[in-house]
């Protein structure tokens, strides 16, 4: 191989990363994603009256409940414990247009460990943001969900790592 990836053996296993030698720091990821819907949808989120229920509370259970699964999801990843998972969200709303309504969620997750949480803060918000767009598909099939990336990252040998802010998925 030209690069070495860390998640490979010399003769190109897939492996776990052997993190016993790491230091153990404070550690944080925050992760963002957008879902966007029609101005009903909206309306129905903000107002309460999904009749599936109270949307962004579930949306923040399924949030932290997958976060805590992230190693039983994605091969390779170590499980973590947390000191805190959180899932919020921020609101872009105009009646007018459907690309202007929109719920932006985040997943924060910090942590003492030999390793980061950027994979559960990911799938975090992927799972919030796919628990609103189930709890409102009645209301709109036309939904859209985007942008979601690792937005600020802190601890371990790399230290700060922080993307500017973007609501739009451009």
């Known amino acids: 191989m030209e690069k070495d990836f860390s998640h490979f053996d010399s003769q190109g296993n897939a492996i776990m990363i052997d993190i016993s030698q790491k230091e153990t720091t404070s550690r944080t990821a925050i992760a963002k994603g957008i879902i966007s819907m ?7 989120v903000l107002g309460g009256t ?10 923040r259970i399924a949030g932290i409940m997958a976060a805590k699964k992230c190693a039983s999801l994605i ?7 947390f000191d805190k998972c959180t899932i919020d969200f921020k609101f872009k709303k105009d009646d007018s247009s459907i690309e202007k309504n929109e719920i932006e969620a ?43 990336r690792l937005y600020e990252k802190s601890g ?9 802010t973007r609501i739009n998925a451009d």
Not at 50 to 59: P, Q, T
């Open 50 to 59: 999904v009749k599936k229920g109270d949307v962004l509370g579930v949306a």
């Open 75 to 81: 091969p390779l990843c170590h499980p973590l414990n």
């Open 106 to 148: 985040a997943c924060e997750i910090k942590l003492t460990g030999k390793t980061g949480a950027e994979m559960e803060a990911l799938t975090g918000v992927s799972i919030a943001l796919l628990t609103i767009y189930d709890m409102c598909k009645a209301l709109d099939k036309t939904m859209v969900i985007g942008n979601i």
């Open 156 to 164: 371990g040998k790399n230290g700060l790592y922080k993307q500017e």
């Open 38 to 44: 029609n101005a009903d949808a909206m309306n129905a």
